[in-house]
């Protein structure tokens, strides 16, 4: 049984930091992208930033790049978030979702629909 078990999300004021982690249990990591989704309240849920197996790939949304950074540490089967100068805006609960696209090639790889796995959740709320 796939389980994701997301974890570091709190609560900061603006232009401050948080590092989320996703842990994965009964799932190898392999050839598919691994990704970070939110989704505010009242909104849908959106791709944050997906990373290939070996790390090489990566793909941000436009409103976080050059503030956050996807890592990976297969021998942990871990994902992390690294977010730095938090916005508002940024309130939202964040997902972590498994078995993306092949290679992380192609334009789904931020698209919660070519994703198959995904953890419950963990609230990040950015105080202005």
């Known amino acids: 049984q796939v389980q994701l078990a997301e974890s570091g999300g709190g609560s900061v004021q603006a232009g401050g930091s948080l590092r989320l982690s996703c842990a994965a249990s009964g799932y190898t990591f392999g050839s598919r992208c691994m990704g970070w989704f939110r989704q505010a309240a009242g909104k849908e849920r959106e791709g944050v930033a997906a990373i290939s197996y070996g790390g090489g790939l990566t793909d941000y949304a436009a409103s976080v790049k050059g503030r956050f950074t996807i890592s990976r540490d297969n021998a942990k089967n871990t994902v992390y978030l690294q977010m730095n100068s938090l916005k508002a805006e940024d309130t939202a609960m964040y997902y972590c979702?498994?078995?993306?696209?092949?290679?992380?090639?192609?334009?789904?790889?931020?698209?919660?629909?070519?994703?198959?796995?995904w953890g419950q959740g963990t609230q990040v709320t950015v105080s202005s």
């Open positions: 979702a498994a078995e993306g696209p092949l290679y992380c090639s192609g334009s789904g790889r931020l698209l919660p629909s070519d994703y198959a796995y």
